[in-house]
Nanobody, 116 residues
Framework: VQLVESGGALVQPGGSLRLSCGAS????????LRWHRQAPGKGREMVAA?????????YYADAVKGRFTISRDNAKNTVYLQMNGLNVADTGVYFC?????????WGQGTQVTVSS
């Protein structure tokens, strides 16, 4: 089982990034997918989630609602997080997570730094 995030970078306030998370080793379409982040010195928080239904249901933390969009491509075993209007508070390590009953997998994280 493997989840590999990519797309993290240094970006200026107001900028955009798209994170990707490629999965292998499990039935991707059967898992709910989440993006979490961990800011320096803080705990991990979930920022977005997407379900397995068609069309999938989505959830966003209040801090990112209206700026972030989560999506999934089951044909490519990939989940995305489009992040717009980034601000300094969005800085952190972003992790993808595949979850269902009796299964919970995590990636190693990708660093997002928002700074001028």
């Amino acid at each position: 089982v493997q989840l590999v995030e990519s797309g993290g970078a240094l970006v200026q306030p107001g900028g955009s990034l798209r994170l990707s998370c490629g999965a292998s080793g499990f039935t991707f379409s059967e898992f709910n997918l989440r993006w979490h982040r961990q800011a320096p010195g803080k705990g991990r928080e979930m920022v977005a989630a997407i379900g397995i239904s068609n069309p999938p249901t989505t959830y966003y933390a209040d801090a990112v609602k209206g700026r972030f969009t989560i999506s999934r491509d089951n044909a490519k075993n990939t989940v995305y997080l489009q992040m717009n209007g980034l601000n300094v508070a969005d800085t952190g390590v972003y992790f993808c997570n595949a979850h269902r009953q009796y299964g919970d997998y995590w990636g190693q994280g990708t660093q997002v730094t928002v700074s001028s």
